[in-house]
């Protein structure tokens, strides 16, 4: 049921009373709790999480006025109604002042507060999808700061091609920032208020891919019980994201063709064709030279998705952001999680530093937030570590370094530096070009890092 997440905290002293709301709201299909007194109340908010609390407005020990200005003293997001039988309007709009967020009559049809219940979930509903909007933008605004020479002139080339409507395909590894490249094209161009619409190829079916594309008429196949709208029509004036295009079959890649060039749609069991006006995005991690090469992707698609092509460098070749990524996303989870980090294994942290990651951000983001995870008393230790890179770590094992409180944070980064480039040599001995390549930077940057440091 639509509401069965949404929890409600029935609070009356008369039992009888909260009995019958309580069957009359289930029906609604909340989830619904009772109780008999404000300090029950009080408990109970404490131990479950609670949405909505509809409380009588007079109760012995502590009335429903009483009870509101707890829950407010104590930041509690839940949202409050006011119950009375007694037609008291002036403490009922106290109590409106006092941040209920509104108040009905007992024993009146209960049609007036199931619209009062429903509007706190529209509201409550709407508050999350402003929360999640935020954070998107803060991630993404986040995730796009480099330090990186070339991914910075990414970000400009992006911006500019942004300024028109041409077709724009993304290069990189899984979890190189493809999606939050997409969406900053978006908006950063004048379709920036339309929609921005997003679609992994390769999670779904050739059948399922074709419907969600195109949309379906009722009666379409078996399954399709009314029409459906689908990407092509919802992103009309807007933008379409379409991630691993690589992946797409034969078949839909030549209406894919034909849809680019006509910008017109005809939806599955549909005889009508439909104009589309949107901005087509791509991305792969494929290498679709060799895929066309194969004739597993056709030529003439590619040259209409690729009007621009941006190369998105992985993660290792921007070895400079690592840390600041690390960072974020220790301040992230920390915060999600309400924990507090206080110390980090030597281990952990040269590895968290000097990791190559094939994963890329999003294995950088998944290991972080491991560690949190199993973090105990604020301490991060080695075992905390997905167990493939344990084994690694105990198979090139690295140096200690004596760690000093005293430490400048720019002399302890200039430790750990050392003390990685020193293990590189170790493990890769005589080949300089190795080393460098690792550490994403030319011979003669490595060649002044030796100087630097003293080592041979």
Known sequence: MKNATFTILIVDDEQDYCDVMRMILTREGYRVLTCNSGHTALRLLKEKQIDLVLSDLLMPEMDGGELLRKIKENNDPVEVIIMTAYGTIEKAVQAMRDGAFTYVTKGEDPVELIHEISRVVEQRKLEKDNRILKEKVNKQEYMLESNNKKYLQLLDLAERAAQSDANILILGESGAGKEVLASYIHQKSARRDESFLELNCQALSESILESELFGHEKGAFTGAFQKRIGLFEGADQGTLFLDEIGGVSLNLQAKLLKVIENKRILRMGGNVSIEVDFRLITATNRNLQADMDEEHFRRDLFYRISTIVLELPPLRERKEDIQMFVEYFFRKYQMEMKKNITSISQNVEMFLLGYDYPGNIRELKNIVERLVVLSED????????????????????????????????KEHRSSLEREYIKNLILKYPGDMNKVADVLGITRRQLFNKLVEYELK
């Open 378 to 409: 604020g301490k991060i230790k080695d075992e905390y570590l997905p167990t493939d890179i344990l084994k690694s770590l105990d198979r090139n094992k690295v140096i200690e370094v004596p760690f000093n409180y005293e430490m400048t944070l």
